[in-house]
């Protein structure tokens, strides 16, 4: 089978009684086509019958290239042996073609005129219109006639489409539609005048887009951040361009996931940190105890969090100092102790580790903190070299898979095995 998109450049070959019959029925006349004429033997001989028409083979444009010379066709068709290849009438680009498939894959054919692009602009059906849009030689012309289309579809694809104007994007930005000032709200090319009139619209959607814009100023976001919808507020904290000022009013959302993202933005302040590290939520403390400005007075009273997640959080954070990693691994070496497998895997994952402690970890009796160990990148090939002798397979292979490990120790290991 061909894929779809080559359905444009399948010539059908049907029988000439047939294809005669529903010729004249069609009201179309043209050039005869003969098999002698070079342009049947140049056409792919495959057959793609109508579903309605028994034995009609499906319209399909002719390619310029193979016409000898002759006119280039805007909306024709290439019928069987011994039949015609007529010049479509206008009818047939308006959609009173039986076969509507040749008329909505419009968008892949690239033998196209403009002239019947422009046609296509006005067709009735809006899915042939919005099959325009996609191509993307699409008329500067076309884009700006379908700006003003009835159906908000076709508007919302002309706001996202590549070739809009800046004009007509800004029109568009005050557009009734909410789908269509949220097309435009996606635009990394927006014009400060229409990122102005999103930036005061209503509709929580149209907000998110914005706040999710790289282009969005610092201003847009202090005034996107005052929004009624926590998911706009969220998307705000979320901006990586999102300033300290408005970072620290947001510490302070009703939404704790708000909160949490803020904790976890780089731009966030070490006051602002601070001021988080006493939050209710396990999830928000846990953020600021993975932050790499996070306040080495902040992550020292962390360590003692009654949260297994957030000790595990000052453990994996490659800017805790080495007292406080000692400290954590002193304060776990209990086995009753809650959380201890999570915290150890934890410090054993840190890149930051002294290298006396992993070695101390790398001999724990849990696989889970060894297989941390194994894993991490700064581990000493003496103790990678320890682990290949371990008792679970998946320490060994990821022991192997660590780029630490000499290769004259790998090249062993493969001839023993």
Not at 199 to 209: C, L, V
Request: proline share 9%.
């Amino acid at each position: 089978m061909f894929p779809p998109r080559k359905f444009w450049h399948i010539t059908a070959v049907a029988r000439s009684v047939g294809s005669n019959q529903y010729a004249q029925r069609a009201g179309t006349t043209g050039t005869a086509v003969t098999p002698g004429s070079g342009l049947l033997g140049q056409l792919p001989q495959r057959s793609l019958l109508d579903s309605r028409e028994p034995g009609v083979p499906l319209a399909a444009l002719a390619r310029q290239t193979e016409l000898q010379g002759a006119v280039p066709l805007t909306c024709g068709q290439v019928w069987g042996t011994g039949c015609q290849v007529p010049v479509g009438p206008p009818e047939l680009a308006h959609g009173r073609h039986p076969s509507k498939k040749a008329v909505l894959h419009v968008w892949d054919n690239p033998y196209l005129s403009p002239e019947a692009l422009r046609q296509l602009a006005r067709h009735p059906n809006s899915l042939v219109r919005r099959q325009l849009l996609r191509r993307p030689d699409c008329p500067a012309a076309v884009v700006e006639l379908l700006s003003y289309d009835e159906d908000m579809y076709v508007r919302g694809d002309v706001a996202y489409h590549p070739g809009c104007p800046a004009q007509t994007a800004e029109r568009l930005a005050a557009d009734q539609e909410r789908l269509v000032r949220q097309q435009i709200a996606k635009r990394s090319d927006c014009t400060p005048l229409a990122l102005e009139l999103l930036a005061r619209d209503q509709d929580r959607g149209t907000q998110r887009h914005l706040a999710a814009n790289p282009m969005c100023s610092p201003v847009m976001l202090a005034l996107l951040a005052k929004s009624w919808d926590s998911g706009v507020r969220y998307t705000v904290a979320k901006h990586r361009n999102c300033p300290a000022e408005v970072l620290a009013q947001l510490s302070g959302d009703r939404y704790m996931h708000t909160r949490a993202i803020v904790a976890k933005h780089r731009r966030c302040p070490p006051v602002t940190l601070e001021q988080l590290s006493g939050d209710t939520q396990a999830c928000v403390r846990e953020q600021v105890a993975r932050h790499r400005h996070c306040p080495p007075v902040v992550l020292s009273r962390l360590r003692w969090d009654r949260d297994p997640q957030v000790r595990a959080g000052v453990a994996a954070n490659p800017c805790s100092p080495p007292d406080i990693l000692e400290a954590l691994y002193q304060q776990h070496r209990k086995p009753d102790q809650e959380g201890r497998a999570l915290v150890l895997s934890a410090l054993a994952s840190n890149p930051s580790i002294p290298p006396q402690m992993i070695d101390q970890l790398a001999r724990s009796n849990d696989s889970h903190v060894r297989y941390a160990v194994a894993k991490n990148r700064n581990c000493p090939p003496g103790t990678l070299e320890t682990l290949l002798s371990d008792s679970d397979r998946w320490v060994v292979q990821t022991a192997l898979a660590n780029p630490k490990l000499p290769k004259a120790v790998l090249a062993m290991w493969q001839l023993a095995h």
